[in-house]
């Protein structure tokens, strides 16, 4: 299993930024709710938010709820993170990562309940 993270970049407070994440292969990213974490330098990885392998779930941290927003292109293999309103504070690497559930799965928001995982995105955030 390969989880692909891309998009990542600096910007400015303020901007807005996409990322993506393209799980392969094909059939265990349609039974797999996808996660969003991030980890700054000297932090611990942390939640950002997570869809569910349907698409009809979703469910953020607080610290992002309402700016950043997870959808899923099942004819892609691929989930977004869309960041907007970005502040340095949101500097971090962003991890996208994958679980194998079945259709009624809790989202996960720790890391530990997430199987496969990618190689992370930069994305830094000047002010």
């Known amino acids: 299993v390969q989880l692909q993270a891309s998009g990542g970049g600096l910007v400015q407070a303020g901007d807005s930024l996409r990322l993506s994440c393209t799980v392969s292969?094909?059939?265990?990213?349609?039974?797999?709710?996808i996660g969003w974490f991030r980890q700054a330098p000297g932090k611990e990885r942390e939640f950002v938010g997570a869809?569910?392998?349907?698409?009809?779930?979703?469910y953020y941290a607080d610290s992002v709820e309402g700016r950043f927003t997870v959808s899923r292109e099942n004819a892609k293999n691929t989930v977004y993170l869309q960041m907007h309103s970005l502040r340095p504070e949101d500097t971090a690497v962003y991890y996208c990562?994958?679980?194998?559930?079945?259709?009624?799965?809790?989202?996960?928001?720790?890391?530990?309940?997430?199987?496969?995982w990618g190689q992370g995105t930069l994305v830094t955030v000047s002010s």
């Open positions: 990562a994958a679980k194998d559930v079945i259709l009624t799965a809790p989202l996960g928001s720790r890391p530990d309940e997430y199987e496969y």
């Open positions: 869809i569910s392998r349907g698409g009809g779930r979703t």
């Open positions: 292969p094909g059939r265990i990213f349609s039974r797999s709710n």
